[in-house]
C-alpha cells in the first residue's frame, strides 16, 4: 500500500474550491489576477501582521501590481466594533475583495467583514440563528488561507464574533456567502510556536469529536470527521515534537480542513462553553475546548458509546470502549501540555452561573448529544475549573 505523500499538490472542488501544497501562497497574485482581484484588501490578526510571510505575500501582490492593503485590528477573539472598523478600511480603500489569513482570529475576522463590506446592514443581522436576508448588495470575493492547522474555518463564511453588549459570542454567516477558493500551504504553519501547535491541533481534534458525536442523518460529514480525526491522530504529536517535519503539517493541515468541514454537521458543549469563556476572559480558543473536552466527553459518555470505537480506531489505531478513549485522549493533553484546569487560564469561579445561561443560548450546545440544563452547564464549568480530568 502506497503511504500518501503530503508534499505533492493537490486541487479539490469540495464543498468549495481548495488548493493544497508546499509553497502554493507563491499562485495568490495569479489566483487575484484570474479572478479580476485588483484591490484585495488583506485582513489578519493583530499578532500575524508582521510575521515574513505576511510581508512577502503583500511584496508578491505589488509587484504583480494588484493593489492591496492589510487591516489586522483584530483581537484573538474579535470584537463586533473591530469588524464594523474594517468595513470603514474596506470602503476608504476602494477595495474590491477581502483575503482573510491567518488563525481563527483573523480568518473570522475577514469573514466577518465580508459580510457587511457591501451592506450597511448591522453585523447582527447576519447572526447564524435569523432568518437569512434576502435583498443584499453582492458579497465581495473572499478567498481564505489558514496558517493554523487546527480552525477548519477557511470553507465557510460562518464567523464567531463577540457582541461587545451581551458579552457573547456568536456566529454571523450568509449561505449565499461562499469563499471562492481556500488555499491550504503547510509551509505557512511550519513556524508556528509549539504551544500554539498543540492548542490549534487539539481545536481540530476537537472539532471531529464533536461532530461526528453529534446525532443527525450527515453521513458526508461524518466520513470527513474520521478520515480527518485519523490525519490528526497521527501526526499531531509528531508536529508538536518536530515542528520541521512538513509531511506531518501537511497532513495536519487537510485533517483540519476535515474535521472544519464536517462541524457543519454541529458541534457540542465543548464549543458552547469555550465560546463564553473566550467572550468573557478573552481565552486562546483551542486551549479552552483543550481544557474542557474532558469534562464534556464525561457528560455524554451514555450518549456517545456508539461512536466510541470508531473515534478511538480512527485516532489512535486501535479499538477501544469509552475508558480506553478517554484514557488515550488525556494522554495526549497531558503530553501537549494542556493544564489540566480552566483557572490556569484566568478563569474564575465568580461567574460560573453566567459563563452557564450564556453557553446554553450557544448554536453549539442545541446539537450536543445530551441536552444540558442550566444546572447541567454549572456543574461542567465548575468541575473543569478547579479539575478538568
Given at each position: 500500500m502506497n503511504k500518501i505523500n503530503f508534499l505533492d499538490s493537490v486541487d479539490w472542488s469540495f464543498p468549495v474550491p481548495i488548493s493544497y501544497g508546499p509553497n502554493r501562497i507563491n499562485e495568490l497574485p495569479d489566483i487575484c489576477k484570474t479572478n479580476n482581484l485588483r484591490r484585495p484588501l488583506l485582513v489578519t490578526d493583530k499578532s500575524s501582521k508582521d510575521l515574513p510571510f505576511m510581508k512577502k505575500i503583500l511584496q508578491?501582490?505589488?509587484r504583480s501590481s494588484i493593489k492591496s492593503d492589510i487591516f489586522s485590528d483584530i483581537s484573538p477573539n474579535p470584537?463586533?466594533?473591530?469588524?464594523?472598523?474594517g468595513r470603514s478600511f474596506y470602503k476608504e480603500g476602494k477595495h474590491d475583495s477581502i483575503i482573510a489569513i491567518g488563525g481563527g482570529s483573523g480568518m473570522d475576522g475577514g469573514k466577518a467583514i465580508s459580510l457587511i463590506a457591501n451592506n450597511s446592514e448591522n453585523l447582527w443581522d447576519f447572526e447564524y440563528e435569523k432568518s437569512p436576508i434576502k435583498k443584499l448588495s453582492s458579497f465581495p470575493p473572499l478567498i481564505c488561507i489558514p496558517t493554523t492547522a487546527g480552525t477548519g474555518a477557511e470553507t465557510e463564511s460562518t464567523a464567531m464574533v463577540t457582541n461587545s453588549e451581551l458579552g457573547m459570542k456568536l456566529c454571523v454567516w450568509h449561505p449565499k456567502q461562499k469563499p471562492i477558493m481556500a488555499l491550504l500551504d503547510p509551509c505557512l504553519t511550519v513556524s508556528l510556536p509549539k504551544n500554539l501547535t498543540a492548542w490549534t491541533g487539539t481545536d481540530a481534534l476537537v472539532h471531529g469529536i464533536e461532530a461526528f458525536c453529534v446525532d443527525s442523518l450527515y453521513s458526508v460529514a461524518d466520513g470527513m470527521a474520521l478520515q480527518g480525526l485519523n490525519l490528526i491522530g497521527n501526526n499531531l504529536l509528531e508536529v508538536y515534537k518536530n515542528p520541521d517535519n512538513l509531511n506531518a503539517r501537511g497532513a495536519m493541515l487537510i485533517g483540519s480542513c476535515l474535521t472544519g468541514?464536517?462541524?457543519?454537521?454541529?458541534?457540542?458543549?465543548?464549543?458552547?462553553?469555550?465560546?463564553?469563556?473566550?467572550?468573557?476572559?478573552?481565552?486562546?480558543?483551542?486551549?479552552?475546548?483543550?481544557?474542557?473536552?474532558?469534562q464534556v466527553l464525561n457528560y455524554n459518555k451514555n450518549e456517545i458509546r456508539s461512536k466510541i470505537n470508531s473515534m478511538n480506531f480512527s485516532i489512535f489505531n486501535e479499538p477501544g470502549n469509552f475508558d480506553n478513549f478517554y484514557s488515550n485522549i488525556t494522554q495526549i493533553l497531558d503530553t501537549l501540555d494542556i493544564p489540566d484546569n480552566l483557572e490556569k487560564i484566568g478563569v474564575k469561579d465568580n461567574k460560573i452561573t453566567e459563563l452557564a445561561m450564556k453557553s446554553s443560548k450557544d448554536s453549539a450546545a442545541f446539537t450536543n448529544p445530551k441536552k444540558a440544563s442550566i444546572e447541567d452547564l454549572e456543574k461542567i464549568i465548575k468541575k473543569t475549573i478547579k479539575k478538568a480530568r
Open positions: 508578491d501582490l505589488h470584537i463586533d466594533d473591530e469588524i464594523y472598523k468541514i464536517s462541524f457543519l454537521k454541529g458541534l457540542g458543549l465543548v464549543h458552547a462553553i469555550s465560546h463564553m469563556v473566550g467572550a468573557v476572559y478573552d481565552t486562546q480558543h483551542g486551549l479552552t475546548n483543550a481544557v474542557i473536552l474532558p
